[in-house]
């Protein structure tokens, strides 16, 4: 069946780095786009980044832009985020998800359980 | 940024009642590209409606979504106890943003 497993997230201290990993299984992952989306505790939804099918083109939202990087080995059916200079604000459940198409902003019809990272002092 | 009000906040109805959720986007969505989603405490997020209308694989029929251009709603026609969770919409026609959610509960 489709699935999705994210890892990697933990407490860290504001300023550190962290890396995310979302491993993918039952479909084709070469052939989706995937995102990062994050809930902060008690929040809605808010979208991180977008990584097309290839990975040849990444977008991302404006809170993250400059220190986030996401990034995907489709050999591995792995999908990252590289999180660096993390802020306490920063601090959410952070879902993997993929994308019904190959390119381009969509919805996003598999999510993952998600990953809990925590930034405090 | 397209920015999306979900009204209300808070819904309360009793089960076998009919829910309309709203979702109003501060200016238009391009070829209906709005998203329904619900969440269940310490859940995922669950795909329920694409392109505004269209229902996700395996979701009930009593599940359905209308709306264009700015203003978009999700109705549920006989609540089921297991309904009451919360409610997230979602445009991707100009990058992607949430809206605030909308909490059902039971009255």
């Known amino acids: 069946q489709v699935q999705l497993v994210e890892s990697g997230g933990g407490v860290v201290q504001p300023g550190t780095s962290l890396r995310l990993s979302c491993a993918a299984s039952g479909f084709s992952f070469n052939n989706y786009g995937m995102y990062w989306v994050r809930q902060a505790p008690g929040k809605g939804l808010e979208w991180v980044a977008v990584?097309?099918?290839?990975?040849?083109?990444?977008y991302y939202a404006d809170s993250v832009k400059g220190r986030f990087t996401i990034s995907r080995d489709n050999y591995k059916n792995t999908l990252y985020l590289q999180m660096n200079s993390l802020r306490v604000e920063d601090t959410a459940v952070y879902y993997c998800?993929?994308?019904?198409?190959?390119?381009?902003?969509?919805?996003?019809?598999?999510w993952g359980k998600g990953t809990t990272v925590t930034v405090s002092s | 940024e397209i920015v999306l009000t979900q009204s209300p906040d808070t819904l309360s109805l009793s089960p076998g009642e009919r829910a309309i959720l709203s979702c109003r986007a501060s200016q238009s969505v391009s070829s209906s590209y709005l998203a329904w989603y619900q969440q269940k405490p310490g859940q995922a997020p669950r795909l329920l409606i694409f392109h505004a209308s269209s229902r996700a694989t395996g979701i009930p029929d009593r599940f359905s979504g209308s709306g264009s251009g700015t203003d978009f709603s999700l109705t549920i026609s006989r609540l089921d106890p297991e309904d009451f969770v919360i409610y997230y919409c979602q445009q991707y026609g100009a990058s992607i943003t949430f809206g605030q959610g909308t909490r059902l509960e039971i009255k």
């Open positions: 998800a993929r994308n019904p198409v190959r390119d381009y902003y969509y919805y996003m019809d598999v």
């Open positions: 990584i097309w099918y290839d990975g040849k083109n990444k």
